[in-house]
């Protein structure tokens, strides 16, 4: 029965009021419990995503009795703190070549990563933007080729760089590393949402040609994805290992990533080899330091890039 207030208006019943209240603290007390649950998750993922970096700056400071024998334990500094002397003994041994290995790392993932993206923006905008007979065939062979593993394909490339004399040379990775299936999806996907179809048809009705459309409209808009593409490229290159091992033998021309795996084969070889772990943990190290900086530096167009291309 309602009750009636001194105006004559229903009142709510006490009931209703507790029973409203109840509904909204349980489904608040719910929500707490997901973001707790969310963040407590999230926590765990940066915990397990940072830890072997932090033990990595922190072997990079040990000799190689510290690292296997430190007081501090794997995940703590020890005593000696040896940074700049590893670093000196890094860049002097056997003659400087990790500076080599460091300039071929450069020079094969900055050459092989725009050479990639330079591909892979042409593909993706005549992919989104242009119609043409087997365009969904095309591109169905191009998604059959991002489910393809790349170290099941360094055998055949082996083969077919062998039969073209290019085995040994810095053609051997570069021209491989140009191909970038993920990036050609990436830019197809990205441009048919950023570049609006009405915006081409009007730079066409101005009198604009298709070059000067592409340079001067869509490119531009283009920003984000071309920065993930290039980034991406260019990480992939850089932590390339098994087609560099398998195509070239030369010192010389080997990158960082196949240079420290021939240390590390030398120091596993016991009392006959070199015991150098030191200077192999060092110069992981140093070689993952430019990634890091071009994430940091680049990271607002690379996350816009990989987010924006998902949305509708």
Do not use: C
Request: proline letters at 5%; hydrophobic letters at 50%.
């Amino acid at each position: 029965m309602a009750i009636l207030t001194p105006r004559g208006d229903a009142a709510v019943q006490p009931s209703q009021v507790d029973s409203g209240s109840l509904v909204r603290r349980r489904n608040t007390t719910r929500d707490g419990g997901r973001r707790i649950g969310s963040h407590v998750l999230l926590l765990i993922l940066v915990i397990y995503f940072i830890t072997p970096l932090w033990w990595l700056a922190v072997a990079a400071t040990k000799d190689t009795a510290g690292l296997f024998s430190g007081t501090g334990g794997p995940l703590w500094f020890d005593q000696n703190f040896n940074l700049w002397n590893n670093i000196a003994g890094l860049f002097e041994h056997q003659g400087g070549i990790y500076w080599r290995w460091l300039g071929n790392s450069f020079f094969y993932a900055f050459t092989g990563g725009i050479g990639a993206t330079i591909l892979a923006v042409l593909a993706g905008y005549g992919f989104a933007k242009y119609r043409f007979r087997g365009r969904n065939a095309f591109f169905s062979l191009l998604l059959g080729a991002v489910m393809v593993p790349m170290t099941a394909l360094v055998i055949p490339t082996f083969v077919l760089l062998s039969n073209f004399g290019l085995v040994n040379t810095i053609w051997a990775v570069i021209l491989p590393s140009l191909l970038s299936p993920f990036g050609v999806y990436l830019m197809r996907v990205y441009t048919q949402d950023a570049i609006p179809d009405e915006l081409l048809d009007a730079a066409r009705v101005d009198g604009a040609g298709e070059l000067r459309t592409f340079f001067q409209v869509a490119l531009p808009l283009l920003r984000p994805a071309i920065v993930t593409v290039l980034l991406l490229s260019v990480v992939g290159t850089w932590n390339n290992f098994f087609l560099p091992l398998a195509v070239l033998s030369d010192p010389n021309l080997l990158p960082v990533t196949v240079g420290l795996n021939n240390w590390q084969a030398l120091s596993n070889a016991g009392a006959g080899g070199e015991q150098v772990w030191n200077l192999i943990v060092t110069g992981a190290f140093v070689s993952v330091l430019p990634l890091i900086i071009a994430f940091l530096s680049l990271q607002k167009y690379w996350q816009g890039g990989l987010s924006l291309g998902a949305l509708k």
